[in-house]
Nanobody, 125 residues
Framework: QLQLVESGGGLVQPGGSLRLSCAVSGFPLDYYAIGWFRQAPGKEREGVSCISRSGANTNYADSVKARFTISNDNAKNTVYLQMNSLKPEDTAVYYC??????????????????WGQGTQVTVSS
């Protein structure tokens, strides 16, 4: 059974940084494309970033380009989301998800089959 566990969320001031981790267990990380999504109160869940099975291809939502970086560590079976220059509008619950049938990764939530429980990120002064 594939499991994903997010960590690294918290409270940070505007302009600060956080690094989220998504630990994958049950199968090797390179079996899956991994995506990061977020959902703010009262809003729909949106795709933030994704990374392909090989780790060679990444994609970002326009709202986070040049501020967020996704990466993977196959030895640790973990995907990271480095978030810099955080803004109050980045406040949300962040989820990682795994896709068994999309190689390159997408920002469409319905391409993903397994989800973590989420981690809260709050950007506030």
């Amino acid at each position: 059974q594939l499991q994903l566990v997010e960590s690294g969320g918290g409270l940070v001031q505007p302009g600060g940084s956080l690094r989220l981790s998504c630990a994958v267990s049950g199968f090797p990380l390179d079996y899956y494309a991994i995506g990061w999504f977020r959902q703010a109160p009262g809003k729909e869940r949106e795709g933030v970033s994704c990374i392909s099975r090989s780790g060679a291809n990444t994609n970002y939502a326009d709202s986070v380009k040049a501020r967020f970086t996704i990466s993977n560590d196959n030895a640790k079976n973990t995907v990271y989301l480095q978030m810099n220059s955080l803004k109050p509008e980045d406040t949300a619950v962040y989820y990682c998800a795994a896709s068994t049938h999309v190689h390159a990764g997408t920002l469409w939530e319905y391409d993903y089959d397994y989800w973590g429980q989420g981690t809260q990120v709050t950007v506030s002064s």
